[in-house]
């Protein structure tokens, strides 16, 4: 075997075992594996000004196993240098004994050009997971339609994945095609469960199901659970109407001693990404990394104290 079909072997094993990432090993291998506990990652996008190697230097000093590294425009690394970039990003996140277990990206079509070259550099660099893009609702009144087309992008990038080694997390985020669960719920059951899951997110849950149907929604994907983003939220009454305000974790609507047991039961082994996106302020970026990477350390410590 070369050392592109070890590596490919290595990652297949981890998506269909449903075990974690963890330190990178010495000769710059695939991640290690743990099949009991997931990984908590902090989601690179808060840390823009950090390069590379501080980007793993900070995150590990943070208290962090692993990065959920951005691909895609003004992310850490460019899609179109993905060839190049992403094994050196890699490489520098990995040489501070942190994993890079999953990286976001814009991908929402295997039609893409950029496409196949992102997810095979991924795979065969020992990146089990990605999340792919949106697809957007639009102004028009047929709903149906406008599902229809998202399903179809879904089986055809799913395809893809499962051809370039790599598994696909599909995000629920509240506005877009989704993030009601329900509504891709059909093209997903269409697809290898062992290369596509959902990447489920429990405050655009409750953002879009406050009512109950979030913790259905939360069922119904256990059992093709990739990945998992954590944040929180309120609901404000404003001048402009109720809105939604980002929170630091804990201090919002979601009920996470119930997601805690949800994930227990599910056995989810994944990473969990860390989100701050809640205002942190900062004059300048030194400010804004340092405040950033403050709240990370709150974050973190509620997340491991709530599940």
Not at 1 to 24: E, H, I, N, P, Q
Not at 198 to 221: I, Q
Not at 237 to 248: E, F, H, Y
Request: proline share 6%; net charge positive; charged share 20%.
């Amino acid at each position: 075997m070369t050392r592109r079909d070890l590596m490919r072997a290595a990652v297949a094993a981890v998506v269909a075992g449903g075990t974690r990432t963890s330190t990178a090993s010495a000769n710059g291998g695939p991640p290690a594996q743990d099949p009991v506990r997931p990984t908590f990652c902090l989601f690179s996008k808060h840390l823009p000004d950090l390069n590379w190697s501080d980007l793993g230097k900070e995150v590990k000093a943070a208290g962090f196993a692993g990065v959920d590294l951005t691909v895609r425009a003004n992310g850490h690394v460019l899609p179109e240098r993905v060839a190049d970039d992403l094994p050196r990003a890699l490489d520098a996140i990995r040489a501070h004994g942190i994993s890079v277990p999953m990286i976001t990206t814009e991908l929402t079509s295997a039609a893409s050009p950029l496409a196949r070259p992102l997810l095979t550099t991924a795979a065969r660099h020992g990146v089990p997971f990605f999340k792919a893009g949106y697809w957007r609702y639009s102004a028009s009144r047929d709903v149906r339609g406008q599902v229809d087309l998202a399903s179809q992008a879904i089986v055809g990038l799913a395809a893809l994945a499962a051809e370039c080694g790599i598994a696909m997390g599909v995000h629920n985020h509240a506005g877009y095609i989704g993030g009601v669960i329900w509504d891709i719920a059909p093209a997903m059951d269409k697809v290898d469960g062992k290369w596509t899951g959902y990447y489920f997110d429990p405050r655009h849950a409750v953002a879009e199901g406050g009512g109950g149907t979030w913790k259905a929604a939360a069922n119904l994907v256990a059992p093709r659970l990739k990945m998992v983003a954590l944040k929180d939220f309120v609901w404000e009454k404003t001048a402009k109407g109720w809105q939604i305000r980002d929170c630091p974790l804990g201090d919002g609507m979601v009920d996470w001693l119930w997601f805690a047991a949800a994930l227990r039961d599910a056995r989810f082994a994944g990473p969990i990404s860390l989100h701050l996106e809640y205002e942190l302020g900062g004059a300048t970026p030194a400010e804004r990394t340092s405040r950033t990477l403050a709240a990370a350390v709150r974050d973190l410590a509620a997340a491991r104290r709530l599940l």
